[in-house]
């Protein structure tokens, strides 16, 4: 997605530690216009897959999600992220590491929203190295329902997470892949 | 708002303690075609208020703010909650007790996205003690920005946060106030 490029260029900012800060207008503002885009990218992608849920993961993956979701009429289910390690059994639950907090979260679905025929689609912010993916992708799995295909707003291609769900066989669509980035430069992925 | 009564009476569940569970549609599941009849209503509510921002918290406000920032053409921040006391510069915060987890939360606006200029809509799930809302206001009043007004989708009236909040001045429209609430039965507030 030409304009997720242009966007990140034009507002992104590189903090120390390979840090892309997009919270002006993806992940703390949302600039609900793009928003609205970035749900409707969405659904063109993924148009003729039978979704019937989406699936995302608090805090940042919401509004891509619920955007995603009135685009594509769907309704949209979110992981909560939990420290506590007293899961109770009307849950799926997985452990996800966060690179990026340097911490790990208990990740919990409700029984009730995942059903064995459900086709899912699972989006997200960011995809960097795939902990989050994984954890949703496993949460599905767990349920017996298919995951159809997963969406991040932004892939960073250097940390691997993307490719490595790739080569598993899952299909993942990402708007915009930043392949190198510095303090200076960003290099986006040809797609 | 007749249908979210209407959805409360259907799909909610009370549980003990006063917890009435929603996460069917609002909170942990959302109906995305009921969550775009919830902004339209905001937006309808608020439409000669000149609004130019909405504000809302992590995780659960953020699909009612979205859903109402597509209808209104508007920017939506969310407030993050954080558990550390290590609180930079750069943000508005303020400390939130939860009385559903038990917990305090410092709340936490990066000091970029609210300028004295705006005239801000806050927007939640739920408002009971009101301390979510009340942590929302501080930092917008922080900020030395406006608050035009709050809207909770779901107010729980017998825990009389809305009514203290009306009785300081501010406009607070809920979609659904609940006066009395026991395990058969729900009375709203006529409106």
């Known amino acids: 997605m030409k304009k997720m490029e242009d966007k990140i260029l034009a ?19 949302i600039d609900t216009v ?4 970035i749900g409707e990218e ?13 699936l995302t993961i608090e805090a940042s993956g ?3 999600a619920v955007s995603a979701g009135f685009a ?5 289910v979110y992981a909560k992220k939990n420290k506590s390690s007293n899961i109770s059994g009307d849950v799926y639950s997985t452990v996800v590491q966060s690179f990026t907090h340097g911490n790990k979260n208990n990740v919990i679905v409700n029984k009730e929203f995942i059903s064995p025929d459900d086709r899912i689609l699972i989006v997200d912010d960011f995809l960097a190295h795939g902990s ?6 496993e949460i599905v799995e767990m349920a017996g329902a298919t995951v159809v295909g997963c969406v ?10 993307g490719d490595r769900l790739r080569e598993k066989g899952y ?19 040809e797609q």
């Open 62 to 64: 919401i509004p891509i």
């Open 132 to 137: 989050a993916l994984t954890g949703l992708i």
């Open 152 to 161: 991040a707003a932004i892939e960073k291609g250097f940390q691997m997470g």
């Open 42 to 54: 969405i659904a063109s992608l993924y148009k003729d897959d039978e979704i019937t849920k989406i």
């Open 11 to 29: 507002e992104g900012e590189i903090l120390s530690g390979g840090v892309l800060k997009v919270g002006s207008f993806l992940n703390q503002q």
């Open 171 to 189: 299909r993942i669509e990402s708007l915009a892949i930043i392949e190198e980035m510095d303090d200076t430069e960003i290099v986006f992925r």
């Open 72 to 76: 594509m009429n769907l309704p949209v």
């Open 34 to 37: 793009f928003m609205k885009e």
